[in-house]
């Protein structure tokens, strides 16, 4: 019982989060509409394949994705 009230309080949170990132205009350049459901949310936001470079004495954030709006996103971080 303990553990599925657990799981259900966190599913909840998760749910709010979810569904105020919606809301935020911004999200659309990455292909989100508000009828999005969790699972493609997370394809084309969450899961993208990313990894840190060491280059000319800078950290440098490759982003393995066609998805332009990244480019934006991170553009402060290298």
Do not use: H, S
């Not at 709010?16 to 508000?34: A, H, P, Q």
């Not at 800078?58 to 066609?66: E, P, R």
């Amino acid at each position: 019982m303990g553990q599925n009230a657990v799981f259900m309080l966190i599913t909840a949170i998760i749910r709010n989060f979810y569904e105020r990132l919606l809301r935020i205009d911004t999200l659309k350049r990455f292909g989100i509409e508000t009828r999005t459901r969790m699972k493609a949310f997370i394809n084309r936001l969450i899961a993208v394949p990313a990894k840190w470079v060491r280059t000319g004495r800078q950290n440098v954030l490759n982003l393995y994705t066609g998805n332009t709006a990244y480019i934006d996103l991170f553009a402060e971080y290298g």
